[in-house]
């Protein structure tokens, strides 16, 4: 039998789930690309760590993203971070272990990770 | 499990029955074969409304909007969109009236005028999943009511929103759980009217299949309220996907103890069962329900007593249609004056309605009481196809009327529909257009509660029949001077005698479409003639001298050969011969050929 406050919880822990479904136009996107060149450079794990370490910190105002072919394969995998009114920031070669640094300190924080964007690469 | 993405395909009956149950199978197995399984969900839905436009496939986190997609397109889907992030542009669902795409869908001018209250849910959670429920707030409301509310609060509630129900009647809902929860009993019951026996409608379907467990947990406030710990949902055999969703939703809310005994620790026991009918309209009826859960006849009784006082086994029983259930909770959620602030002064909320017949968009619309009918048809309902003009709009089904043209801005609620004699009904809304006989629509009205009269009672049985058998002579050019008047007439008795709202509403169409449309009834008795040119009996195809140019091309076709004449002049058909299948008119290069 379930109590109102495992319902609550219940509830808790799957809106989070849905929210990160529907909202069309979170604050933050986050856009991973996953072509084939992506994903042979090893894309795949790092979108799904970003998906894991967005609903970890429970921020619904970011969404997480697929897209295509940048252009610049030899750089992937490539992540690029959107907010609104400012310059877009794209890192390159992403590990997925970079992820949570690149999520505390950009997403949350509002600090890009200069040694990992692509300045730093080119 | 977190996914990065969503594939939300429709499982309503509408998409189903075109094919959406293989473009899932196909979505799962192709996702698999690229092992994207773990990043990618496939979520069955409910009915989102559109089913002209399905099979419908909305992609999250986007929220793109998919429409016609066959089991073939989930490949490109599948390469295309979930792989490289390009949207198929080919399939992005497109507005009739606009050029411009809108790729989500709440852009749409489909769903911008709409307010879903009791949809709220379809096409946005996994029916067959509790836990999709209880995230926007499912079960919330049964919670509050056992710790917070007492029984009388409900019903204040209730009475103070407006609420009225939605299978037809229109009834406060908040007097009838009052007079439910007034008689002394050890035991009484709460029921669903989920039979929905109104041709051309599906708004309970698209509930019960969506968003079954807003029906449970509406009903097992209702149980609390006025004192009953067992519930009946009485749905049509017909709606098998409904009645696994059901099944499906009874037993997760058994599994967390949302139904059964001591209900969230409170001592509050409630149960529900299904009862499935065989799809006859008078079990639509409540005490023909009522009397089919027992397991006798589905025939009707006179009333009083009421199902409130004397029911379900001789205990007080409420009875309730799926769609209002489908509002209880969030009126507890919200409030009764948010409620109670849309809508007209007499009937507030929304109500659904199931479009049908000459509209663009046929499907699911959910609008404020008070929108009207030239709203729910042009800017939701996207007009009536191929350029052709408006007649009129059936709503009550066989029960209502039609609205004719000069009634298409009036506020839709339910006095204003009863004042030009139509009715809300349980929201069937069929539309016509110029190439429609309103004889012959009264007359189809008509043979359904014929065939659908239990026989009961005298009036219904034998004088629906007469009344029929007078149509289908006007309708065949054999109508007589004073046959309208004696419809009338017939009309007036039937509705005063008869014993059950089946037979006292069944003479409404006929009436209606007098009240508008007299002139086409005297054209086809007084003239042999049908204006609109549907009733094959009073028609003659002619062959116009000045326009044919004898290419023969007509006589060809032909099936009867009826049709002859000289190679490059003029041809004539004769028309004791002639079937008036049509098929000349169709194939004649030059027009031709007329129906008069
Ligand atoms: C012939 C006939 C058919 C009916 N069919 C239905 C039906 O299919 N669904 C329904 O909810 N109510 C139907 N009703 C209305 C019910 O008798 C009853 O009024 C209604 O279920 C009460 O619920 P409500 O107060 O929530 O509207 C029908 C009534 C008649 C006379
Ligand atoms: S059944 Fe799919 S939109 Fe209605």
Same mark, same amino acid.
């Given at each position: 039998m379930k109590t109102l406050q495992e319902l609550e919880a219940i509830r808790q822990k799957k809106i989070n789930e849905l929210n990160l479904r529907e909202s069309t136009e979170g604050n933050i996107r986050v856009v991973v690309g996953l072509a084939t060149c992506g994903i042979a450079a090893g894309a795949r794990p790092v979108m799904t760590a970003f998906v894991e370490e967005v609903s970890k910190r429970q921020l619904n105002n970011v969404t997480?993203?697929?897209?295509?072919?940048?252009?610049?394969?030899?750089?992937?995998?490539?992540?690029?971070?959107l907010e609104p009114g400012k310059e877009k920031v794209t890192y390159c070669k992403v590990k997925p272990e970079q992820v949570s640094r690149i999520v505390a300190e950009h997403i949350v924080n509002g600090n890009p990770v200069v040694e990992y964007t692509i300045g730093s690469y080119e | 499990m977190i996914y990065r993405s969503h594939i939300l395909v429709c499982a309503g009956t509408g998409c189903t029955s075109s094919n959406s149950l293989q473009i899932i199978d196909n979505f799962n197995n192709l996702l698999a074969e690229?092992?994207?399984?773990?990043?990618?969900?496939?979520?069955?839905?409910?009915?989102?409304?559109?089913?002209?436009?399905?099979?419908?496939?909305?992609?999250?986190?986007?929220?793109?909007?998919?429409?016609?997609?066959?089991?073939?397109?989930?490949?490109?889907?599948?390469?295309?969109?979930?792989?490289?992030?390009?949207?198929?542009?080919?399939?992005?669902?497109?507005?009739?009236?606009?050029?411009?795409?809108?790729?989500?869908?709440?852009?749409?001018?489909?769903?911008?005028?709409?307010?879903?209250?009791?949809?709220?849910?379809?096409?946005?959670?996994?029916?067959?999943?509790?836990?999709?429920?209880?995230?926007?707030?499912?079960?919330?409301?049964?919670?509050?009511?056992?710790?917070?509310?007492?029984?009388?609060?409900?019903? %204040? &509630?209730? #009475?103070?929103? @407006?609420?009225?129900?939605?299978?037809? *009647?229109?009834?406060?809902?908040? $007097?009838?759980?009052?007079?439910?929860?007034?008689?002394?009993?050890?035991?009484?019951?709460?029921?669903?009217?989920?039979?929905?026996?109104?041709p051309g409608a599906f708004m309970d379907r698209s509930v019960l299949e969506g968003d079954p467990h807003s029906v449970l947990e509406a009903m097992a406030i209702a149980g609390y309220c006025i004192g009953a710990q067992q519930g009946y949902i009485y749905v049509r055999a017909e709606y098998p996907i409904a009645v696994k969703r059901l099944r499906i939703a009874i037993d997760?809310?058994?599994?967390?103890?949302?139904?059964?005994?001591?209900?969230?620790?409170?001592?509050?026991?409630? %149960? &529900?069962? #299904?009862?499935? @009918?065989?799809?006859?309209?008078?079990? *639509?009826?409540?005490?023909?329900? $009522?009397?089919?859960?027992?397991g006798q006849r589905g025939e009707p009784r006179t009333r009083p007593p009421f199902p409130a006082v004397k029911g379900l086994w001789g205990k007080p029983t409420l009875l309730n249609n799926v769609e209002t259930y489908a509002n209880i909770c969030q009126i507890i959620l919200n409030g009764a004056d948010w409620f109670a602030s849309m809508g007209t002064e007499k009937s507030k909320g929304t109500k659904v309605f199931a479009l049908g017949g000459k509209i663009n968009n046929t499907g699911l619309v959910e609008v404020p009481m008070g929108t009207t009918l030239r709203e729910v048809i042009y800017?939701?309902?996207?007009?009536?196809?191929?350029?052709?003009?408006?007649?009129?709009?059936?709503?009550?089904?066989?029960?209502g009327g039609c609205i004719p043209a000069e009634h298409l801005d009036i506020p839709i609620d339910y006095d204003n529909l009863n004042s030009i004699g139509s009715m809300m009904g349980s929201g069937g809304m069929i539309v016509m257009d110029e190439d429609n006989c309103m004889v012959n629509i009264a007359k189809f009205f008509l043979e359904f509660t014929v065939d659908e009269s239990c026989g009961k009672c005298p009036p219904c049985r034998i004088g629906t029949r007469r009344m029929l058998e007078m149509l289908t002579r006007i309708t065949e050019g054999k109508g007589q001077p004073g046959d309208i008047e004696k419809l009338e007439e017939l009309a007036k008795n039937i509705k005063a005698s008869a014993l059950c709202g089946?037979?006292?509403?069944?003479?409404?169409?006929?009436?209606?479409?007098?009240?508008?449309?007299?002139?086409?009834?005297?054209?086809?008795?007084?003239?042999?003639?049908?204006?609109?040119?549907?009733?094959?009996?009073?028609?003659?195809?002619?062959?116009?001298?000045?326009?044919?140019?004898?290419?023969?091309?007509?006589?060809?076709?032909?099936?009867?050969?009826?049709?002859s004449g000289e190679i490059k002049s003029p041809f004539t058909i004769d028309t004791s011969k002639c079937v008036k299948c049509g098929l000349c008119m169709e194939s004649c290069k030059f027009k031709a050929i007329e129906k008069k």
């Open positions: 997480v993203s697929q897209t295509g072919c940048i252009g610049m394969c030899r750089l992937e995998p490539i992540v690029e971070v | 690229k092992g994207y399984e773990k990043e990618v969900q496939v979520i069955r839905t409910g009915c989102f409304g559109l089913c002209a436009a399905g099979p419908i496939v909305v992609v999250y986190p986007e929220g793109v909007y998919y429409s016609r997609v066959t089991p073939e397109d989930v490949e490109e889907i599948v390469n295309e969109h979930i792989i490289k992030g390009r949207p198929v542009e080919r399939l992005i669902y497109k507005e009739h009236d606009a050029d411009g795409t809108s790729t989500t869908l709440n852009d749409s001018s489909f769903y911008k005028k709409q307010h879903r209250i009791a949809l709220r849910n379809c096409g946005r959670i996994d029916p067959e999943n509790i836990d999709e429920y209880i995230a926007f707030d499912g079960y919330k409301a049964l919670g509050k009511c056992l710790t917070e509310l007492s029984r009388d609060d409900i019903v %204040d &509630i209730l #009475l103070a929103s @407006g609420l009225r129900g939605r299978g037809g *009647g229109g009834f406060p809902t908040g $007097l009838k759980w009052k007079f439910a929860k007034a008689p002394e009993s050890d035991v009484k019951y709460v029921c669903c009217n989920a039979d929905e026996g109104d997760q809310a058994r599994e967390y103890g949302l139904l059964g005994d001591n209900i969230m620790g409170t001592g509050f026991k409630f %149960d &529900i069962d #299904l009862r499935l @009918g065989s799809g006859a309209f008078v079990c *639509g009826e409540e005490t023909a329900l $009522l009397a089919s859960i027992e800017d939701i309902g996207g007009g009536i196809p191929n350029g052709k003009k408006f007649k009129a709009a059936q709503t009550g089904g066989p029960s089946l037979g006292q509403t069944a003479p409404n169409p006929v009436l209606s479409t007098i009240r508008y449309f007299r002139d086409e009834y005297e054209a086809h008795i007084y003239e042999k003639r049908c204006p609109a040119g549907e009733c094959k009996a009073l028609l003659n195809f002619v062959i116009d001298p000045e326009k044919c140019k004898g290419c023969s091309l007509c006589a060809k076709k032909c099936p009867v050969g009826a049709i």
